[in-house]
């Protein structure tokens, strides 16, 4: 069970990796990337999680997402509905809609953007995928964040690249606010809240 206020409440989150060795590729061992975390996250609340690289940060945050499954564990999140949901019992579908409410925020975005694919698609992939089939509203959509953003819409086709048609507007206003961001980089957009407490790995 979680607070009303708490968004987030994780106990316990253990992820180990096995070591494989030998032709039949036999564990022998295990690596402890995140052993006993335990942390709440409350409504308006930012929580930094700090360490030296190779400690667990990102482990953590991709295992709250259920990005990848954790060993043990439990993870409550409450929904944007006030539904309090176990992370750990979701099926595919019932996790595929809760992550319409979650967003990771990447290092360096522009990485992660596909120089091969427009901003049309690159940002209405999402939007197929919760189930927008529709691709007239796709491209009305798509046009509506851009302006949000401060871009023109006529930036979704054409030879523009997207790393040259966000640059200086990334970190803008986003389309909407999840209730839950697993942010990779310690200082991106830390500006936004004040941060409650660090959690040293």
């Known amino acids: 069970m979680i607070a009303p206020k708490t968004l987030l409440r994780v106990a316990g989150l253990r992820k180990l990796f096995p070591i494989r060795k ?12 995140v052993d006993g975390i335990d ?16 400690c667990g940060k990102t482990t953590t945050a991709r295992c709250i997402l259920r990005a990848i499954e954790p060993t043990a564990g439990e993870i409550f999140v409450r929904a944007a509905d006030g539904a309090e949901i176990e992370m750990g ?10 992550r319409r409410e979650m967003q990771m925020i990447f290092q360096d975005p522009f990485t992660s953007l596909n120089p091969r694919m427009t901003l049309l ?7 197929l995928v919760h189930g927008l089939r529709s691709r007239r509203e796709r491209e009305e959509r798509v046009a509506d964040l851009l ?17 040259a048609a966000v640059s200086g507007s990334a970190s803008g206003s986003r389309g909407r606010w999840p209730c839950i961001r697993a942010w990779w980089s310690p200082t991106s957009r830390s500006r936004r809240s004040t941060s409650r407490s660090k959690h040293r790995c």
């Open 22 to 33: 030998g032709f039949w590729k036999k564990t022998v061992g295990h690596v402890r990337a």
């Open 39 to 54: 942390f709440h996250i409350d409504e308006g609340e930012t929580l930094g999680l700090v360490g030296e690289s190779g």
């Open 89 to 98: 019992r979701l099926r595919p579908s019932q996790l595929r809609a809760l």
């Open 121 to 127: 698609d690159l940002v209405g992939e999402p939007l």
């Open 147 to 163: 302006r949000r953003v401060g871009l023109r819409p006529e930036y979704m086709r054409g030879s523009r690249t997207p790393s």
